[in-house]
Structures are given as C-alpha cells and as structure tokens.
C-alpha cells in the first residue's frame, strides 16, 4: 500500500469521477424504480449508504479472515445482515418509506454498488479507506438519484418534494416506467458531455470491468455479451 | 383458472418485471446485445425463478411459523446463492447438454434482483403456493419477452446513425424508454379480459 490515494481522493472520487450510478453504470435497478419522486429517491440514496458503509467497513476488516474462494457468499451474508437491520430500522422510524420503497428495500442485498464495492475495494483495502470510499461511492449514489429523480418529479408531478412548482399541467409519463428509462438517459448523456469537457470518457456498461461478477464474464467473453461491450468501449 | 391466467398474463405483459418494474435491468442491458445469448439468459432465469420460488415459498411459512419473519432477506439470498451453486452442480454431472447451454449464466444470476424480487413479491402479495409458481413462471416468461424484444431493438439500432451526444449507453436507454412504452400500452388489458 505504498502509493496509496489520500482519504480524500477515495471520498470524492465516489461522487464524480467514478459516481456508480452515472459513470460505472452500477444499480440500475434502484436508480429507475426509486426516482420517481425525490423523497424515495433520497431515502433509497441514505438506506444504500448507510449499508455501503458499513458492510464495507466489516468486510474490509474481515478481508484477512475471509477465504478467497467463498468470499462472494461471505460477503453476501454480511449485506444482507446490514440490509435487515436498516429494514427493520426504515419500517419501525419511517413506515412511509417503507410503504414508498416496498420491495426494493430488502432488494439492496443484490445492489450491484455494494458487492461491486466489496469485491472491487473493501476486500483489498484498509478499514478507514473502504469505510471513506464507501460514504463518498454511497453519496455519489443518493446525488445522481436526486438528479434524476428531480426531473422526474417536476415534469411528471409538477412538484419537487411534495411542493408544486409547475405552472402547466404535469405530464404524468415521467413518473411512469418509459420516462424514468428516457430520463435517466439523458442525465447519462449529460453526464457524458461534463465528462468529455473534464477529459473524461464516456460511461459505459463496464460490466465486466465494474461488476463483481466479472471473473464470470470473462468466460463469457468467448463470442458473447462481453466481448461486444468490450469492443463497444474500443470503437467509442 | 381464471385467475391462473390473470396473474400469467399480469406477470407477462402489464406488469412486465422488467419493464414496469425494473428489476433485471442489469442483464437487460447487458447481455441483450445478442439473440442468442438473451434467450440463453432467460431460459436460465425461468428456470432458476421457479425453482427459488418453490424453496423459499415454504420456507417462509417456515420460518412466519417460528417467528423469524425478520430473517426473510437474509434466508433468501443465501437459499438462492446456495441453490444456483447446487443447479450448477447437478447440471453439470446428470445434465451436461444442458449445463452447456445454460451453465455460463447461472452464476450471473445469483445477483439478479429479478429472482428475490420475484420470490419476496410472491410473499408480499400474499399469494398462495400454485398462484406463487404460476406469478414466477409468468415473471421469467416477461423477462423473457422483454429480452428477446429489446435485442431485436438492439441489433436495429447498431445500423442507425445516432446524434453524437446520444450514442452508446443513452440512446440505449431512450430505445428501452419506448420499449416500455409499448407494454403500456398493456394497461387494463388483463382486467377487462377477466371482468
């Protein structure tokens, strides 16, 4: 760990130059379902966060204990035992966030974020930098949800948090499933250009280089879905 | 019978898990470059959905039995993990065409919202064990027309010129945002068959 980033680099490196949701393309899932009004937005923002944190900081603790071969499983048991505890939190303290998020609370198990993050960071770094990248990743998260899920609201519901703002009739289709596809992206085409004009490049489906299944992938790679994207990100 | 229909055709069409509920949207971008390999992946979702559906369906009366609600996500996701493991093993020594054919995506599978979602919607609906199985077949069927569609899309829009600022991951999300589209245009359609 000799040339290891400061602390402050893993923080903001999570909310814009590797933002998991508009840069390495990572739960996509929670981003189109959760944003349709900024409040459950901001809800499953914190919830992720607080599970990204502290599952990092445990895994990252527990890298030396952890055998390499079971570590996927291992590191499952460990988010789902956080995601429980903010369920139980989320339904005793906010039942109207839970009535919001339904399903999609207990489906922060499968977050690609957060085993992606496990796998990618935690299981290889210090306690106090997985528990730093995991806020500054679990910020970057909630901040592209509000994003997306601002556009979605004003436009579909004529509001932002609840307060109405849009002096014209709402058009109800942004807070359906086609405009949370279309609207998240355009953000990602925005985001694109603010990346272009930082000299960045382009955000693409980097599964096989973002995901934790990406040792799968690879064996897929032989004239299937990876090599495409492979070749996706050389043409662009 | 009736209502073995409405809950397939609900699954399938209006509310399509991936379309209108977005769940899978991992491999419904990923992997739907390609027919073949769309096919392959939801043959290996159906497949997998009923057999977790039918393990934790049980399960659950279990363990509401004993008073360990609580335990829901967390015996889920391990059952599913483990079962996936299991499949893979058991394909691979008894079935070896079809592990040729559907092993490769098992392990992707694992971490697919669509599969515990399915199983804790079927609980959360309150379902009963043959409407849970019939609403898991009817979620991988969705999946399936939803993969398959949307790689026909695909293949579509690799031969169009698209505005620079869109090319790549936004126009494919703008091509899935019309896809969805379409299956709106399901709404209704299953209660006024059954009325």
């Known amino acids: 760990m000799a040339k290891q980033k400061t602390l402050r680099e893993e923080f903001t490196k999570g909310i814009i130059k590797e933002n998991p949701v508009l840069r390495l393309v990572l739960g996509t899932c929670p981003t189109l379902a959760t944003t349709t009004s900024m409040e459950s937005a901001i809800g499953m923002g914190i919830s992720a966060a607080i ?41 005793a303290f906010v039942p109207s966030l839970d009535e919001q998020l339904g399903v999609y609370l207990p489906l922060i198990v499968v977050n690609c974020i957060i085993l992606g993050r496990a796998e990618a960071f935690a299981g290889k770094n210090s306690v106090v930098a997985s528990a730093v990248d995991g806020l500054g990743m679990g910020i970057g998260f909630t901040v592209a949800l509000i994003v997306i899920s601002a556009v979605r609201e004003l436009f579909g519901a004529g509001s932002l948090l609840g307060h109405a703002l849009l002096p014209f009739p709402a058009m109800t289709i942004f ?56 070749k996706e990100t050389v043409e662009s | 019978m009736k209502i073995f229909f409405s809950i397939l055709l609900t699954a399938i069409l209006t509310n399509n898990y991936i379309l209108s509920k977005f769940l899978g949207i991992c491999p419904f971008l990923g992997v739907s470059k390609k027919l073949n390999t769309a096919v392959g992946m939801s043959a290996a979702v159906i497949f997998v959905m009923m057999l977790a559906s039918a393990v934790t369906y049980p399960l659950n009366t279990f363990l509401e039995n004993h008073d360990l609600g609580y335990l829901q996500t967390i015996v889920f ?91 790549g991951l936004p126009i494919t999300l703008i091509a899935a945002s019309l896809t969805s589209l379409s299956f709106l245009g399901f709404t209704g359609l299953v209660e006024n068959m059954f009325a």
């Open chain 1, 175 to 230: 807070v359906l499933a086609p405009g949370g596809f279309f609207v998240f992206g355009l953000v990602m085409a925005c985001a694109n250009k603010l990346a272009e004009m930082g000299g960045g490049k382009k955000a693409e489906l980097g599964g096989c280089k973002a995901c934790p299944m990406a040792d799968t992938c690879q064996k897929l790679a032989k004239g299937d879905a990876c090599e495409k994207e492979g």
């Open chain 1, 51 to 91: 599970v990204l944190v502290c599952s990092n900081i445990v895994i990252s603790a527990l890298r030396k204990v952890i055998p390499q071969k079971v570590r996927i499983p291992c590191y499952i048991v460990v988010i789902a035992a956080f995601v429980t505890i903010v369920q139980m939190l989320v339904k």
């Open chain 2, 77 to 167: 996701i391990l059952v599913i993990a483990a079962l996936v493991q299991l499949v893979e093993i058991v394909l691979k020594k008894y079935i070896p065409a079809l592990y040729a054919s559907l092993g490769i995506y098992l392990p992707l599978i694992t971490t697919n919202c669509a599969v515990l979602g399915v199983t804790i919607l079927n609980i959360d609906s309150g379902y009963s064990f043959a409407h849970a199985m019939i609403n898991s077949l009817g979620a991988g069927l969705g999946f399936m027309v939803a993969m398959v569609m949307f790689a026909g899309v695909r293949s579509r829009l690799e031969s169009c010129q698209v505005p620079k600022f869109l090319q």
